[in-house]
């Protein structure tokens, strides 16, 4: 028999009001989901397969609801607890795999960004969380439907909402709800500051509150309040809206404009008529307001969510606070390895008669993958090189000291200097041995087959971090002129002439350096004559980017070396002022390199 202090139109309503709430998540997945669908269809990827799962499961969801929804005609309250029992078996199961779907979806990063569907795939798994809160919570949300129409025949005694309106039969139902999706969770407590000038309403909430574990202080007014605030901190503040002096909504707009108290989450208690006035809370950033006369579960909906909320924001501070600190520290260690980078670099260019260097270097950030070299090689020569490691960072950084170290070792300029021994180990297995007298003399060891010591020590050694440098190593002969080279992948060094005519391209001999054991590096030759300028750079001078995008490319370049110029300095200034001037306010995205060297005319 049907319970008599249940009317049956107030069972017809619940039910009514339960298949709505089922139906909305599901119309939402699939809707959702025939949208995503027929953008991946469209095009043509194989995340299409995945979403033609998902909208099967969506079906069977619907088809599950629709048979409830025919069961549950002409029950009577006692027959729903067997019917509801079945919910959720028929349906958690496609529900979690419609949340599996959309993590699978959001992990193909790339191309869901690129259609722009990653807001639509989370509205569905939003949608599938929903719904499954409400299967697996959907006989008490049923009996708190039923209590909520029928308000005499609550067991608390604590005053409930009396009025019949659509309005405030929502706000019970959506805080019965949240209260669901709540359960089995810790529950939260804090302290709590209520702000009301009637005595009667502050001692109910102080009842209730305290009841709940909540740590409770009163106040008749704004001011009261405060006060109270300047010398404690609240976790949350329920707030009146009409009281003497200051208004509510006037005490709210002091809170959320002062930096001291923006943060804590206020809750709006108010009659329903007053709703415009809780509009206006809300736009002043109120976090929820509760109606009056308050409801025991609503009141606990809304203060577990705004506690939440507040312990979330908290913890967010708190992190902000340790990144801020550890960014700092990082700050200073990066400044400590670009001052240790820096030192290896030149710290003054090698000078000879009859000759001229000069350099420009600027990292895109506090470590550079870049590098340039000149120094001092067996038989009167010289070591030219510029090089850039790929990628960016503390990695590119890390190999860029290892690049030109194994230059200057493998060369053999550190064994010039005394820092090695000249009997070493090759990668391999190989021993190389090599006579000091010889190596000085210059006559059994070319310093550029170290260009295929360092491929074969890098690709052997570190394959694992897939590291590779683009490098133009060159040998000069200051005495003659000559200047012999390897151009390992990177960018064509132009000589131009003393009229400032292009009269070469000294391009790629071989790939770049550390990618694969045991590559073909072949040896170029060119003489310089006197007025001849040699210009060496990376791509971060070629692809510097405008304000709108466009790269300052080679013709820029070619254009300043054609230009007047009365040394090689002067040149380097015109180069670099060309750059400012293009790039702007734009962002620099690579590291900025060049190195030039001049025959003087005699």
């Known amino acids: 028999m049907m319970n008599h202090s249940v009317k049956s139109v107030d ?3 619940a039910t009514a009001f339960i298949r709505h709430e089922l139906r909305t998540p599901i119309n939402a997945i699939v809707g959702y989901g025939e949208m995503v669908q027929e953008e991946l269809t469209d095009a043509n990827s194989l995340l299409a397969e995945e979403l033609d799962a998902l909208l099967v499961e969506a079906q069977k969801l619907l088809e599950a609801i629709n048979l409830f929804v025919k069961h549950s005609d002409g029950e009577e ?6 019917l509801f029992s079945t919910i959720p078996h028929s349906t958690n199961s496609s529900i979690t ?40 919570n959907i006989e008490s949300i049923f009996t708190n439907f039923l209590e909520s129409l029928n308000p005499v ?91 003497p002096e200051t208004n509510g909504d006037q005490f709210l707009e002091y809170l959320k404009t002062s930096v001291e108290f923006q943060h804590i989450p206020v ?39 705004s506690l ?18 550890l960014s700092k520290i990082m700050a200073k260690e990066l400044e400590k390895g670009r001052q240790m980078q820096k030192n290896f670099l030149p710290a003054h260019l090698l000078t000879r008669k009859g000759w001229e260097f000069t350099a420009y270097f600027s990292p895109a950030q506090q470590l550079a993958g870049d590098f340039y070299d000149l120094f001092e090689l067996p038989g009167d020569r010289l070591g030219v090189v510029v090089a850039d490691v790929c990628d960016k960072g503390v990695g590119a950084a890390l190999f860029m000291g290892l690049f030109r170290s194994l230059i200057r070792i493998f060369s053999g300029q550190a064994a010039l200097d005394g820092l090695i021994n000249p009997s070493f180990n090759l990668p391999g297995g190989q021993d190389l041995k090599i006579n000091l007298n010889d190596l000085l003399d210059g006559v059994n060891f070319e310093p550029l087959e170290s260009i295929k010591l360092i491929n074969n020590y890098v690709a052997f050694n570190h ?4 590291m590779f440098a683009t490098i133009f190593f060159g040998i000069l002969e200051p005495s003659t002129g000559k200047l012999s080279y390897i151009n390992g992948g990177h960018e064509p060094v132009f000589i131009v002439d003393a009229n400032h005519q292009l009269k070469a391209k000294l391009t790629s001999t071989g790939p770049a350096v550390g990618m694969l054991p045991d590559l073909e590096f072949k040896t170029g030759a060119v003489i310089l004559e006197p007025g001849d300028l040699l210009l060496s750079y990376t791509d971060g001078v070629t692809e510097a980017k405008s304000p709108a995008g466009n790269f300052f490319g080679k013709e820029k370049l070619l254009e300043a070396l054609g230009s007047q110029f009365n040394s090689v300095d002067q040149l380097m200034l015109n180069i670099k002022n060309s750059l400012g001037e293009h790039m702007g306010e734009a962002e620099q995205f690579d590291d900025i390199t060049l190195l030039a060297v001049k025959f003087q005319a005699s």
Request: overall charge negative.
């Open 11 to 13: 069972i017809e309503s």
């Open 77 to 82: 309250k006692s027959d729903f607890h067997k």
């Open 97 to 136: 795999k419609i949340i599996l779907s959309c993590n699978n979806l959001l992990k193909a990063e790339e191309c869901v960004n690129q259609l722009g569907l990653t807001e639509d795939i989370k509205k569905i798994e939003l949608a599938a969380l929903r719904l499954q809160g409400l299967v697996n």
């Open 153 to 243: 025949h609550e067991a608390d005694l604590s005053p409930q909402l009396t009025s019949a309106s659509s309005s405030t039969t929502n706000e019970m139902i959506l805080g019965s709800i949240k209260t669901n999706s709540i359960e089995g969770r810790e529950l939260l407590t804090g302290k709590i500051l209520v702000v009301d000038d009637s005595p009667s309403n502050l001692d109910l909430f102080f009842q209730h509150l305290t009841r709940k574990g909540h740590t409770v202080t009163t106040c008749l007014s704004a001011k009261e309040a405060l006060n109270l605030l300047e010398s404690q901190s609240y976790d949350l503040i329920l707030l009146d809206l009409l009281m």
């Open 267 to 305: 809750i709006i208690v108010s009659a329903l008529d007053e709703f415009q006035s809780i509009i206006r809370c809300i736009e002043m950033g109120a976090e929820d307001f509760l109606p009056k006369p308050f409801d025991p579960v609503l009141l606990k909906a809304r203060i577990g969510s």
């Open 308 to 325: 939440e909320k507040k312990r979330l924001r908290d913890q967010e501070k708190l992190y902000t606070q340790q990144v801020e600190a």
């Open 463 to 466: 394959s694992e971090a897939s």
